[in-house]
């Protein structure tokens, strides 16, 4: 056997060293005891999340051109500024659709680039060249799309009783508590009906006053509104004079002046009829189970902040909801969740770490067959100790748990917090 020339030196190596010093110290226990421990800390305190925090920036830009055809909208807009956006640095793709008065372009920058450094050069390249942009085109609204855009819970509100105007009214004042919670971000709601006063006036009733439906836009304008004429000082106090008054109910905008005739006023109410009431839906949200009738419902959801545990998200809306019951929810309505991404990312996860203890137990299970149980402790030791310091450094770096950063650490990325 031919030896090594740290072997003819009487010297080991640096990992037999290593090996030497571990083995002969009494510390060797506590540190894998420490690592073990510091593991299950971890992996504790890891935000869990459903889909890896990969960044891969989207930005929607949308211009409108009101009139245009589809044809119209391709040619002198969406097509020069396609060409104008692929200028930028960082732009893998580009989607465009043109509509009749509307383009939508979706600019998709590569893996890893900065989001907030696509935002302020895709605004600076369409704010200095707004010279290029047709006249009558509007100022393009820029929306950047992010993973966490994706709502993680879904409530739907449903009841026998209540219709969809009411169900939105009560779902809005949900969402209003909601969004006290730090962690969420961007709530939606989904279905219902918002509330909207129609003024459907009478065509002969406007002629027979000399009046015209033109007429009534200023007269509606003027009365609702409501501003700061100034401020009276004296007596060492400040009073703060505010004109008009925004109009609040049906009843208000009945009595406003339209005109005169006869020498006496014309109310709106004369000549239109106000409806206080739910607007025309455009979408609607039913629940319904087997063997029973559809329900009106109004679905809440939810998105999370970048970076926080999606589990932990899910788990304070819902004792948020539930203190909500029988104070703002009536007992006659009931809270159904239609998603759960807290839930299935909190499976996932421990699914996957059940697994990994499994191959564990096997390698170990194995090599205790063909090479002794010396062997196997160590593999059951060292495998374990590992992947517990490999956690540890998750939660100081800023990283969540997910399925791709069990087994893709070269896929991970960290949350602005870390």
Same mark, same amino acid.
């Given at each position: ?48 999340? /459903? ?186 106090? /400040? ?180």
């Amino acid at each position: 056997m031919k030896n090594t020339p740290s072997e003819l030196s009487g010297h080991p190596g640096f990992a037999g060293w290593l090996a030497r010093s571990f083995i002969d110290s009494r510390l060797t226990p506590l540190v894998i005891l420490a690592s073990l421990l510091l593991g299950l800390m971890a992996v504790a305190l890891l935000p869990r999340e /459903e889909e890896p925090q990969i960044k891969v920036p989207m930005i929607d830009v949308m211009v409108s051109m009101p009139g245009a055809t589809p044809k119209e909208i391709e040619e002198r807009l969406s097509i020069p500024m396609e060409k104008l956006l692929y200028e930028l640095p960082g732009i893998e793709y580009i989607y465009s659709t043109s509509m009749p008065g509307h383009c939508l372009l979706i600019a998709r920058f590569y893996v890893g680039h900065d989001l907030e450094d696509a935002i302020v050069s895709l605004n600076q390249k369409l704010e200095t060249n707004f010279d290029r942009i047709p006249h009558g085109v509007s100022k393009p609204l820029i929306k950047p799309r992010i993973i966490d855009d994706v709502p993680i819970l879904a409530l739907t509100f449903h009841s026998s009783r209540y219709d969809h105007f009411t169900l939105r009214r009560l779902a809005a004042q949900v969402d209003d508590a909601l969004k006290s919670i730090p962690e969420v971000a961007e709530t939606k709601l989904i279905g219902g009906t918002r509330r909207q006063v129609q003024i459907q006036f009478d065509p002969l009733l406007l002629a027979a006053r000399n009046l015209t439906a033109a007429d009534l836009v200023p007269r509606l304008q003027e009365a609702n509104r409501q501003s700061t004429s100034g401020s009276v000082q004296a007596m060492n106090q /400040e009073v703060i004079l505010q004109s008009g008054t925004f109009l609040g109910s049906a009843e208000e905008i009945g009595r406003i002046v339209v005109g005169v005739y006869g020498g006496k006023p014309v109310y709106l109410d004369e000549v239109a009829d106000i409806i206080d009431g739910p607007e025309e839906p455009e979408n609607y949200v039913l629940f319904g189970k087997s063997g029973a009738q559809e329900e009106a419902a109004v679905t809440l959801s939810l998105a999370k902040r970048p970076g926080s545990n999606a589990v932990q998200v899910v788990q304070t809306v819902q004792r948020k909801v539930e203190s909500l019951q029988g104070q703002v929810i009536p007992a006659d309505v009931e809270v159904t969740v239609t998603r759960d991404y807290g839930q299935t990312a909190a499976e996932k996860s421990n699914e996957l770490l059940l697994h990994m203890g499994i191959a564990v137990f096997g390698v170990a299970l194995l090599i205790l067959f063909f090479l002794g149980w010396r062997e196997s402790l160590v593999v059951m030791l060292a495998i374990p100790s590992t992947l517990a310091l490999t956690l540890l450094v998750f939660y100081l770096y800023g990283y969540t748990l997910n399925r791709i950063t069990l087994f893709r650490p070269d896929l991970l990325h960290r949350h602005p917090g870390g």
